[in-house]
């Protein structure tokens, strides 16, 4: 009876281990499915700062071209601006895609497209003479706007390279934390299945000796009668009835 209630009590013991062992697995297995989103997130980070970088340098030489271009006026500097401006152009489609999961940054880049485009138009009615030069003298010379609007395309872009550094740094942090996790996580899992097959084990072992024992002990009772005892029960008898 007392050896029952003992089994049973190992044996609940074993199911209970046995269901948080599924839920740490469980657990366990939708950190590691966070922790791949989050590593997507950071690797689309780094390519967003990245690009963003890029663009930067381009633009700058965007604006180099176009300065040296309003003073000099050398159709050299004039073809250096416009494929730089081609390029400036290709690199921020490229991260209008990479920011499409993010507003904010978006929004950054679409107000840059239009101050570079603006600025290809300033570039391209200096290049026109202007029918009316008494207008031109009045308003402020395409070079100050010019500058104006790269002032504006420096600041958007240097915002966007500081958000996007800030958000890497983040994610990168959440990534190697969350990594942590999931590496505990699944060494917990396996010192809890571990200790699970060695208490398997011991509680096997003990059972086929316990069962070893009570077979031997059976063994014992059942067991004929020896060869001496045969012959003292037989000397016995008749010395009884002389008596």
Partial sequence: MQSSIISARVT??????LVILVLAFVASV???????ELDGAA?????????????RVILHELE???????????????AIYL?????????????????????VQRRRVDAVRPLVAQQVTLLTEAIVPHPEPSAAQASPSAADEGTILSEQIRGLMGEL????????HDREAEVNARRVKVIRGFG???????????????LLDRDAAVHAAVLKELHSYTRPPSS???????TVTPQSEAG
């Fill in 12 to 17: 609940s013991a074993f199911i209970a281990v």
């Fill in 30 to 36: 939708h950190s590691a499915s966070r922790l791949v």
């Fill in 43 to 55: 690797a689309r980070s780094r390519d967003v700062l990245t690009e963003a970088s890029v663009t």
């Fill in 64 to 78: 180099s071209a176009r300065q040296g271009y309003f003073y000099t006026r050398q159709k050299p500097l004039l």
């Fill in 83 to 103: 494929t730089a401006t081609k390029d400036a152009v290709a690199h921020l489609d490229r991260l209008r895609d990479l920011t499409a999961g993010d507003a």
């Fill in 161 to 168: 390279e500081d958000d996007a550094r800030d958000r890497l």
């Fill in 188 to 202: 917990a899992i396996a010192l809890i299945g571990l200790l699970m097959l060695g208490g398997a084990y011991y």
């Fill in 228 to 234: 001496t005892s045969a012959a003292t029960a037989v």
